[in-house]
Structure formats: C-alpha cells, structure tokens
Nanobody, 123 residues
Framework: QVQLVESGGGLVQAGGSLRLSCAAS????????MGWFRQAPGKEREFVAV????????RYADSVKGRFTISRDNAKNTVYLQMNSLKPEDTAVYYCAATLSGLVTTTTRYEYWGQGTQVTVSS
C-alpha cells in the first residue's frame, strides 16, 4: 500500500512558477515509477509527466515539454514537479500517482493516487 499526499499548489500569475511536491508513505517508494496528471473542470484527467524508479528517465506531455521538470528524491520518498512559464491553460487539479508499469501515460496503469492539489494560473 502506498499513500500519496500532494502539496505546493496555489494561485500564480501567467509566466510565474510553482513547485509541487508529492510525499509517499511506505518503504517501497523506489519500486514505483511516479507520475503527475492534471484535471481541469469539465475535462478528463490527462498525463503531465512521469519519472522512472531511480529517476534516470522521464517522459512529458507535449503541452508541458520545456516548461515542466519532474524529479524525485528516493531518500525523502518525494517526487516533485517544477512548473515554469505557467499559462492559464495549466489551471487544473494536479495529482501524483504511482505505477509498477514504468514510463506509462494512461491513468489505468497507475495503482495509487493522491488527493490532488489545485493550481490556478491567472492571465
């Protein structure tokens, strides 16, 4: 069992930055690839980024490539999402999730989910 708790969301102006964190419980954190997803009102949950178990490989959605960076610290059981050059269309609830399936991008491949943190980007 893995429990995930996100933090770091908030209100920011367009062009600004935020850093999201996701703290995981349990001693098997490094068994899981960790992903970030987001869901805007009225839209489906979509993939943002994923990092491999050890952190050596990453994958990003085209919409965030070059602006967002995913990383992890296995000693702290934490995964991060650094978000720069934020746009109003980045407004959403952001979720972290854990998967045993590697660098996958579909929600159904993730076994554990956090409760989400709201990110609002004003224009």
């Amino acid at each position: 069992q893995v429990q995930l708790v996100e933090s770091g969301g908030g209100l920011v102006q367009a062009g600004g930055s935020l850093r999201l964190s996701c703290a995981a419980s349990g001693r098997t954190f490094d068994s899981y690839a960790m992903g970030w997803f987001r869901q805007a009102p009225g839209k489906e949950r979509e993939f943002v980024a994923v990092v491999s178990r050890i952190g050596g490989s990453t994958r990003y959605a085209d919409s965030v490539k070059g602006r967002f960076t995913i990383s992890r610290d296995n000693a702290k059981n934490t995964v991060y999402l650094q978000m720069n050059s934020l746009k109003p269309e980045d407004t959403a609830v952001y979720y972290c999730a854990a998967t045993l399936s590697g660098l996958v991008t579909t929600t159904t491949r993730y076994e554990y989910w956090g409760q989400g943190t709201q990110v609002t980007v004003s224009s």
